[in-house]
């Protein structure tokens, strides 16, 4: 829960003083109980081609998105969560963007110049089924910027998920793309480490990690924001993590065999919560970690005139081994 179990293969070559061409092959795996967190894919983490020079670095294949929390070009999370995407459910900031890890992807990524890395991204169809038609494939494009200077850190990304949906239903609502803006940033003062993130999204499909299996929908349609704020501290022969969120979004959820005049099913949702985690480093590869988190969910369904709470605790321990 602290990080997924995961082998890989790395390699690269020099071919000229400036030019280096490598690749990255990771595979997520149940450690207890030896089995692919998907099976039917080999290198579900990351599988990436990349060259670079004197122009920046361009990677070609499965990648994490600029927000995603994850992998090699990871800016947003690392930058605006001090726990850097979280763990397991309710232990972490609660961002409700959190793209994921992508396919068919396209990054530049750009030389430092002045403290300042630039980024763009592109998926050209997210979710690999080739059983999908290419015109039924969502898409994703991003473009982000990085900035350091000294113990300060920022990250800005603005992204969309561009959605390309059919139903051979009666009804079909036309699927407006997603638009995401993301800030983060922190600052080390060697006795703690503060960060703030916030994120304002548009058209999105979910909120905050809601789950709406229970309402049979398809897609959603969610405007709304997240606010975190946490700090890393080096204490106790280790690093203890806090983090504490609040998200409010609003909007509509769909299913593809609805009546012709039905808008979609309104609603208004909240989320807020704690979490606490902290490693005890036995090594320089070996970790202990311990930690606990708290969730509260509001879910007004409007046309129906249901309202839904969740409160949720979770704690977590375990042991992380790298080599």
Known sequence: ??????????????????????????????????AFDDPDRLFDKESRLYVTGT??????????????????YDLFMATGDAMDGGYSDYIG???????????????????????LTLYAQYSNGLDGDDSVSSRDKDRYAAVGLGYTAGNLSMALVVDTVMKNRSFDTVYVKDVDDATSVSFGINYDFGFMKPFFGIQYGQHEDTFAGADFSDYAVDFG????YS???????????????V??????????????????NNVGIGVDLKRYGVGVLHSYELSKRTSLYAGAGYSHQEADVKSVQYEEELDAFQVIAGLVHNF
């Open 93 to 115: 900031a609660g961002y409700w963007l959190d793209r994921g890890i992508y396919d068919n992807t396209i990054t530049y990524q750009s030389p430092e110049f002045a403290g």
């Open 221 to 224: 349609d969610f405007d709304g």
């Open 1 to 34: 829960m602290n990080t997924s179990s995961v082998f890989g293969i790395v390699g690269s070559e020099q071919i000229t003083e400036t030019l280096t061409v490598g690749f990255q092959l990771e595979n997520s795996f149940a450690s207890d109980s030896g």
């Open 55 to 72: 122009l920046g670095t361009l990677s070609f294949g499965r990648m994490g998105a600029l927000n995603a929390g994850e992998g090699t």
């Open 243 to 260: 983090s504490a969120y609040y998200s409010n979004g609003d909007g509509d959820v769909y299913a593809a065999e609805m009546p012709e």
């Open 227 to 241: 606010v975190a704020v946490g700090s890393a501290f080096p204490i106790w022969g280790g690093e203890l993590q």
